[in-house]
């Protein structure tokens, strides 16, 4: 059943994975970022907090910021602010693109409503992994997240493939099947529709492939700028050395 191999290798293309593999960054400790603005750096019993106007507080103790100090503080902040939602989206598109070329088989084989326990699983898996961006109500970029991709993400993303597998096997069969035995469709139609709905999926990968890889380099370049901002915000402020985020 090729069409399940090809809806595996899309769902490994779109995910994360590829931006774990392309780029040199690594978070080297918790960042939140809150309903508010804040922005928080969690290292061990220590925090580093960045309040909604841009106020350094250090365990607790107000920074007395320079005038130039307070402007670079206030510009890693949005730039930090305004990444990590941005990777909650990358990850978002990702399940999109997955239930995407899922509804891509299911109208190859004019088989509408057949997958919809598939797509019940790729949602599942969509919340668990949103759910690593949260906690409470707060986002978070946790420590070694980009090596967590290559590692925890992909094992948890291949044991989802082997039960769509199952679920898309058994779909395809039971549509097939119905339909061969309503007289729509003889074997040899069959294998056409098997042949129609692969060139499909191809097709569909492709144009995929390029969109994505072009926003994970996007992702990836962005990172590299905050790394580069924080090595001058830490020599602009000595005090925030001890909480770095990005590095290179």
């Given amino acids: ?88 989206d990358f990850t978002d598109k990702g399940i999109a693109a997955a239930n995407d070329f899922v509804s891509e088989i299911e109208t190859s084989f004019d088989a509408q409503g057949s997958f919809d326990a598939v797509k019940i699983k790729i949602d599942e898996y969509g919340v668990t992994a949103k759910q690593k961006f949260y906690q409470g109500k707060d986002l978070i970029l946790e420590q070694d997240f980009f090596k967590e991709v290559n590692t925890t993400w992909k094992q948890d993303f291949e044991v989802m493939i082997k039960s769509l597998d199952k679920e898309i096997f058994a779909s395809v069969f039971n549509s097939l099947s119905t339909k061969m035995q309503e007289g729509e469709l003889n074997f040899s139609e069959l294998q056409q529709q098997f042949a129609d709905a692969q060139t499909a999926m191809k097709s569909k990968m492709e144009e995929h492939r390029a969109e994505v890889k072009k926003e994970a380099q996007e992702l990836c370049d962005s990172a590299k700028d905050i790394a580069e901002e924080e090595q001058d915000l830490h020599q602009l402020v000595p005090e925030l050395q001890p909480y770095p985020v990005f590095t290179i």
């Avoid at 399940?4 to 769902?11: C, N, P, S």
């Avoid at 922005?39 to 925090?47: F, I, N, S, T």
């Fill in 1 to 88: 059943m090729r069409s399940k191999k090809i809806i595996a290798l899309a769902m490994l293309m779109v995910s994360s994975n590829s931006w774990a593999n392309m780029c040199p960054v690594n978070v080297e400790n918790d960042v939140l970022l809150t309903p508010t603005g804040e922005v928080k750096v969690d290292k061990a019993q220590d925090k580093l907090r960045i309040d909604h106007d841009g106020r350094v507080y250090v365990n607790g103790k107000e920074l007395d910021l320079t005038a130039s100090q307070k402007k670079a503080v206030e510009k890693y902040q949005q730039q930090i602010s305004g990444y990590i939602p941005t990777v909650v």
